[in-house]
């Protein structure tokens, strides 16, 4: 896979349980994923192979994914010192 980015957002409550969303960016393309599940939502631009690697990778580092959206903060980030966003 090409160089992409991945988004996490913070902790929030959907349906009375708590969930982070996992955005995955190249280019044009995208994937929305969830955790603590670990499956994609919805795709474009990737292979079903990629989206396969893409719920592996997060199944594999959910736990890592999770610490990082605990430590988010919504307001700091809103006013633009936003660190949720790396290299994969």
Request: proline share 2%; glycine share 10%; hydrophobic share 35%.
């Amino acid at each position: 896979m090409d160089e992409m980015k991945m988004l996490v957002s913070g902790v929030v409550v959907k349906d009375g349980k708590k969930i982070v969303r996992v955005s995955f960016v190249r280019g044009r393309d995208y994937a929305e994923g969830i955790l603590p599940e670990g499956f994609i939502e919805k795709s474009e631009g990737f292979s079903q192979e990629e989206v396969g690697k893409l719920e592996t990778f997060l199944r594999s580092n959910r736990q890592d994914i999770l610490k990082e959206a605990k430590e988010i903060n919504p307001l700091r980030n809103w006013l633009g010192d936003w660190k949720g966003d790396r290299q994969v």
